[in-house]
Each structure stands twice: as structure tokens, then as C-alpha cells.
């Protein structure tokens, strides 16, 4: 199928009047939604309102960093406190182990290995 050149001129010359009232009216079409179509304008009391809310947004985030660091601070003295704390079960797992092994080894002196050790341990009493 070829196109001729003179077709479409014959084309436009014959319907002129009706592409003239479509694109008239698209034009119209275009025009009454670009009036009608309220605009996005902030008043000036509004816009205010506005920037004091971003203002104060802003300074609630500065809070927040101040707020995150103290947390921090607390959240590594918080560590070093619980190593504090294992640090002192295991001394009180040691030294139960050691008051074990005393207390049953006494078991197992004789009369006079007993009077040595009652003697060193209270001659300072007196």
C-alpha cells in the first residue's frame, strides 16, 4: 500500500472544518481545566505555621542525637557493670571451691593435725 502525497493533501482539503473544531475544542477542553483547576497556594499564615512545625522538627531530632548519645554513655556503663559482676561470681565460684576443699580436707586430719590447725587459726584471740 503506497501513500500518496496528494491523498493526504485531498484528505485535509476536504476535512479541514472538522479538524479545525477538534482541535478547537481540545484547545477549550484544556483551557476550562486550567481555570477551574484550583491552585496549590499556600497562604502566608499557613506557610509560617509550616516553618514553625520544620523548626521544631528540628530541634526534637537534635534532642533525639543528645537523647541516643546518653544512651549510649549509659548502655557501656551498663557493660561494664555486668563484667564487674562475672567478674565477682567467678571470685565467689572460686573461693566456695576453695572453703570445699578446706572444709573437707579437715575431714580427714588426725586429733593432733586438728589441734595445730585450731591453735593457728584462734592464737591470735588472745
Given at each position: 500500500?503506497?501513500?500518496?502525497?496528494?491523498?493526504?493533501?485531498?484528505?485535509f482539503?476536504?476535512?479541514?472544518?472538522?479538524?479545525?473544531?477538534?482541535?478547537?475544542?481540545?484547545?477549550?477542553?484544556?483551557?476550562?481545566?486550567?481555570?477551574?483547576t484550583?491552585?496549590t497556594?499556600?497562604?502566608?499564615?499557613?506557610?509560617?505555621?509550616?516553618?514553625?512545625?520544620s523548626?521544631?522538627?528540628?530541634?526534637?531530632?537534635?534532642?533525639?542525637?543528645?537523647?541516643?548519645?546518653?544512651?549510649?554513655?549509659?548502655?557501656?556503663?551498663i557493660?561494664?557493670?555486668?563484667?564487674n559482676?562475672q567478674?565477682?561470681?567467678?571470685t565467689k565460684?572460686?573461693?566456695?571451691?576453695?572453703?570445699e576443699?578446706?572444709?573437707?580436707?579437715?575431714?580427714?586430719?588426725?586429733?593432733?593435725?586438728?589441734?595445730?590447725?585450731?591453735?593457728?587459726?584462734?592464737?591470735n584471740l588472745?
Amino acid at each position: 500500500m503506497k501513500i500518496n502525497l496528494n491523498d493526504i493533501l485531498d484528505f485535509f482539503k476536504s476535512n479541514y472544518k472538522t479538524i479545525a473544531k477538534v482541535i478547537l475544542i481540545i484547545f477549550l477542553l484544556y483551557w476550562v481545566i486550567y481555570i477551574f483547576t484550583p491552585s496549590t497556594k499556600v497562604s502566608e499564615e499557613s506557610q509560617k505555621k509550616l516553618d514553625n512545625l520544620s523548626v521544631e522538627i528540628n530541634k526534637l531530632q537534635e534532642e533525639q542525637v543528645k537523647l541516643h548519645k546518653l544512651l549510649e554513655g549509659y548502655e557501656s556503663k551498663i557493660d561494664k557493670v555486668d563484667n564487674n559482676i562475672q567478674i565477682i561470681k567467678n571470685t565467689k565460684i572460686q573461693v566456695a571451691k576453695d572453703y570445699e576443699k578446706k572444709i573437707n580436707s579437715i575431714t580427714y586430719y588426725s586429733n593432733s593435725e586438728l589441734t595445730e590447725f585450731f591453735t593457728k587459726r584462734y592464737s591470735n584471740l588472745y
